[in-house]
């Protein structure tokens, strides 16, 4: 069994034009759903193995608050550049090359690429609000050629719900 968590970075602010995208920060808004859904999902007993994330400030951000709250070391999050601004395909290739020792892996990343990739595993899914959070398990043993498998449950969450 495999399950992929899906997490779209908390609210970031826009404030500094002189700051680019990369850089931007979260917004206190942001900081409070990142903690609220990190608390929410540790009571849920989300467990991800490996938590991997965007090189964007807003995305380490998101990870390292809800990593806190799920009991993950934050210098163990992995950053992976790839993440940021990637399409479907992209963020489909750094799953499908996890090592198979792990079952439980979440990607922090961005939209639009991050509601495509959900959208491709379930239809319902047409947008992914910030700070949203979807769950994939998967009936199989390997992530490679996971693109091509079809989940056997899927579990979505976010702050306003």
């Known amino acids: 069994m495999k399950t992929l968590y899906l997490l779209r970075h908390a609210k970031s602010g826009w ?11 979260l917004e206190p808004r942001g900081e409070r759903d990142a ?37 993950y070391e934050a210098d163990d999050i992995l950053t992976n550049e790839r993440l940021y601004a990637a399409t479907p395909e992209t963020l489909m290739a750094v799953v499908e ?8 892996v979440m990607l922090v990343a961005h939209n639009p690429g991050l509601t495509e990739l ?7 899914i047409s ?9 994939f398990k998967f009936d199989t043993d390997t992530w490679a050629g996971i693109g091509q498998a079809r989940p056997l449950h899927t579990h979505t969450d976010s702050p306003k719900d």
């Open 35 to 71: 903690a609220k859904m990190g608390q929410r999902w540790a009571h849920q007993h989300v467990k991800p193995e490996l938590i991997i994330a965007s090189s964007a400030v807003r995305t380490q951000a998101t990870a390292r608050i809800v990593a806190d709250e799920l009991a």
């Open 118 to 124: 959900a959208h491709h595993f379930n239809r319902k």
């Open 127 to 135: 947008d992914m609000s910030t700070c949203a959070l979807v769950e």
């Open 97 to 104: 090359a996890l090592d198979d020792a792990l079952s439980r």
């Open 15 to 25: 404030h500094d034009a002189s700051l680019r995208d990369h850089d931007r920060p």
